[in-house]
């Protein structure tokens, strides 16, 4: 302690340090001991000193705390030893008791369950002894019900059933034979069902093979009623047969009667007697099995089985065959079975009480009328052939005739028939596309020669043309070709074709009318207005037929009107009516025109290239040969020609006609002039080239087409005749000097144009004159072409930077 002492009054800070490492984290260490090499220069070695010294007395410290406490350590080490063996004494000694104790109780154990077995055998016995004298009288009575069932005794077997429900079964319903009884009861009440059910699926089967009959002889009936029904109407003026069908509160047998009765009051007495339905099949199962099903308590279910299987035989009558749409007998086969199947439904609905509703029946027709009317849809889609389109619409309607007699609405069929009735106009469009087709092959795109009066009232026959002219004296020409007469009576007889349809519809006479107008349009609109725009484009379809179809449609549309009254004339309706429909042949036929002018202006047009494309100028001549080119000639004769059979055109096509072709002849030739192909041209081939200009010039003012007003075809050339002009006079100076004036002399000049053709002559100066630097007026032209050059670029690139 006394050499504590004096450390710490010697080096009292290294004291201090020391105590903070004991006390502090080890964190902190760092900056404690950096502050020891802060101190003097030797601080460090005698803090380690005193360090070590610290050391020491913690080390002697720690030596005599465990001399201290090391013998009571070995005293406990020393008592746990001795305690260990005598722990593994006693757990020998309790594993040995426990296995004697398990081996004395094993036989005690099994005494006591086989006294316990005993007790709850004899218990048990009694008990079963007790129960089976309970359960034998139910057993009797279930073998009783076995015979009974085996000798098909079968209201004994419902009544022993009962019995057993009633009085047996409570007293043993807590055992599993009772409960397997019970749950057998009902498949015998099943079995017995299905076996009273046996007639049942005979009458079924019965139906299925006769429905056809049934549908055949019902359809028949419904013909014949019509029919007679009409006849009395027209004789007598009584509603009859309209209502025949109507009152469902009699039976069917009364219905048959009455339909009987009013079919062949005036058939021969020979005729065999058509069948009803009770002729054809014996309904009696039906009550049979309905009555047992009653008197079982299961009459609904009885019902429900009839329903399904009428549902399962309706789905069946109303799948077609593939080949249905082939032939009218297959419609016919389809049509009657579905007939006789509601036939017999509607005779189950009043001959019993309630096994079938009207609820049942509605529902199973409109079921059948969505099948029936897909199935129509999809196999009339098949039908190319118009009179099996006509067929199968007939079919259609005795079908609905029929159906509506015994009730069944049938508005979904009439709107089939509408549907169609557009499927049957588009076959007759198809077909009368051909005929038209094959009018137009055969026609000679010529008018039609009469030469005698005979003749020219054979044509009037057939197409209503008035001409005054025509009348007086032969022979003659009609305008039109022999086309224009076939397509008349054509679309006539596509009118009537159309009509055939509309009959028996139960339309109107005004939606009979409205019917045949819009079909008549269809085929004027698109089909005929397709033939002759498919005929106007044809290759070999020239000038002159182009000019005799525009005359052709425009008697054709004239004729409309003739059309309109025929239609008036077939449904009594008039044209003055608001509603009545117009036919678009004016539309039509203007449309045709149009096409046609549109394709001579084509046709025109390339008749003029092909006589240009003959052209073989000599660019580089040095003198024009002092008259027109002949491909020129040739094509001015050829349009001479061809505007002379324009004569029987209206003036405005024929002028407009006239003027494309020389706008085009005039631009053929400007481009000419300037194709990027030609490098040079010689001031003598200019000249050349504007002898034939002026031929062209000389044509316009002819008059090929008479109407145009003063010099209108004159300016087709203008802007040639303008560049041409200065050319050959040279007068640069004017044309610089007047250029974006509207009094220039060279207004239609355009200076792109102007100097593509100068730099083109420009360097035929410079080949063609070898020797122009050495005379002073080919130099002199030469400097003044550089520099109307020079100054046509400048107003070429200003006009480009302008726009």
């Known amino acids: 302690m006394a050499e504590s002492g004096e450390c710490l009054g010697t080096v009292p800070e290294h004291e201090r340090i020391l105590q903070e490492i004991e006390s502090t984290d080890t964190a902190c260490v760092g900056p404690t001991l950096r502050s020891v090499y802060d101190d003097q220069p030797n601080a ?72 316990i077995r005993c007790r709850i055998q004899q218990r048990n016995i009694t008990t079963v002894v007790e129960k089976l004298q309970l359960c034998l009288p139910v057993l009797e009575m279930y073998s009783k019900l076995r015979e009974q069932m085996s000798a098909k005794r079968y209201y004994s077997a419902l009544k022993t059933m009962e019995q057993l429900e009633k009085v047996y079964f409570p007293r043993v319903s807590q055992y599993r034979f009772c409960q397997l009884m019970i749950e057998n009861l009902p498949k015998l009440r099943e079995n017995i069902k299905e076996i009273s059910m046996s007639d049942l699926k005979d009458f079924l089967e019965s139906i299925r093979k006769h429905s056809d009959k049934i549908g055949e002889t019902a359809m028949k009936q419904a013909q014949q009623q019509k029919t007679f029904s009409v006849a009395l109407q027209k004789q007598n003026n009584v509603k009859f047969g309209k209502n025949m069908y ?114 049942y029946t509605d529902e199973l027709w409109n079921m059948a009328l969505s099948k029936i009317i897909a199935v129509l849809r999809a196999h009339s889609s098949y039908c190319i052939d118009p009179d099996l389109v006509l067929e199968l619409k007939n079919l259609i309607v005795i079908f609905a005739d029929t159906l509506q007699g015994y009730g069944f609405p049938v508005n ?64 003659k020409k009609f305008p039109m070709s022999q086309s224009v007469p076939h397509i008349y009576i054509q679309v006539k007889e596509f009118i009537y074709a159309s ?35 498919n005929l106007i484009k044809k290759p070999h379809i020239g000038l002159t037929e182009l000019v005799q179809i525009i005359i052709n449609t425009t008697h054709l549309e004239q004729a409309c009107k003739y059309l309109e009254d025929f239609i008036t004339n077939i449904t009594n309706i008039s044209q003055e009516t608001v509603h009545t429909t117009r036919l678009y042949g004016l539309s039509t036929f203007k449309d045709a025109r149009h096409a046609a002018e549109g394709e001579i202006y084509t046709k025109l047009n390339q008749k003029i290239d092909e006589f240009v494309q003959l052209a073989d100028y000599d660019w580089t001549l040095s003198e024009p040969d002092g008259r027109a080119s002949g491909y020129l000639m040739d094509l001015i004769n050829f349009l001479r020609s061809i505007f002379q059979v324009f004569t029987h055109l209206p003036g405005k096509v024929a002028q407009t006609a006239c003027m494309s072709a020389c706008q085009h002849l005039s631009t053929s030739l400007m481009q000419m002039l300037l194709d990027s192909e030609l490098k040079q041209i010689s001031m003598g081939a200019v000249q050349q080239f504007n002898l034939d200009v002026i031929q062209c010039e000389l044509f316009a003012n002819s008059e090929p087409v008479p ?49 593509t053709l100068l730099e083109k002559m420009k360097d035929t100066s410079k080949k063609n004159n070898i020797f122009a630097q050495f005379r002073k007026n080919d130099r002199d032209k030469q400097k003044l072409i550089e520099t109307v050059v020079k100054q046509l670029r400048s107003l070429v690139n200003g006009m480009s930077q302008h726009a």
């Open 412 to 475: 979904r069929l009439f709107d089939l028939l509408f549907e169609i009735r557009d499927q049957y106009n588009e076959i007759l469009l198809k077909k009368w596309a051909g005929v038209f087709r094959d009018i137009f092959e055969e026609d000679n795109y010529s008018p039609i020669p009469v030469g005698s009066e005979e003749e020219y009232k054979i044509v009037i026959s057939k197409f209503p043309f008035q001409d005054p002219d025509l009348e007086k004296c032969f022979p």
């Open 246 to 359: 109507i009152n469902h509160d009699r039976v069917q047998e009364e219905k048959k009667e009455i339909v009987l009765k009013h079919a062949f009051d005036e058939e021969d007495e020979n005729e065999e007697e058509v069948l009803n339905v009770q002729d054809l099949v014996d309904f009696s199962p039906v009550y049979r099995c309905l009555h047992i099903y009653s008197v079982l308590g299961d009459e609904e279910s009885f019902e429900n089985y009839y329903r399904k299987q009428r549902k399962k035989q309706a789905r069946l009558v109303l799948q077609p065959q593939s080949s249905m749409h082939e032939t009218v007998d297959g419609y016919r086969r389809y049509f009657t079975q579905i007939v006789g199947f509601f036939v017999v439904e509607d005779h189950i609905l009043h001959v019993t009480q309630g096994l079938v509703t009207r609820a």
């Open 499 to 533: 009509l055939k349809f509309s009959e028996s519809l139960h339309r109107s006479s005004t939606e009979i009318d409205d019917m045949l107008r819009k079909s008549t349009n269809l085929l004027l609109t698109r089909t005929l207005s397709s033939c002759l725009l």
């Open 707 to 755: 109407g145009f007003q003063g010099d209108t075809l004159q300016l087709a050339f203008i802007d040639l005749r303008q560049l041409l002009d200065l050319f050959m006079v040279w007068d640069w100076s004017t044309y610089l000097a007047d250029y974006g004036q509207p009094a220039s002399k060279y207004l239609r000049v355009n200076p792109s144009t102007a100097l």
């Open 44 to 115: 460090h070695k005698k803090f380690l000193e005193k360090l070590d010294a610290c050391i020491r007395n913690h080390d002697k410290e720690i030596e005599k705390m465990c001399n201290f406490h090391h013998q009571g350590f070995v005293d406990a080490i020393t008592e746990l030893l001795k305690v260990r063996t005598d722990a593994e004494k006693l757990k020998v000694q309790v594993t040995d008791t426990n296995q004697r104790f398990q081996d004395a109780g094993k036989e005690m154990i099994m005494q006591t369950e086989n006294i």
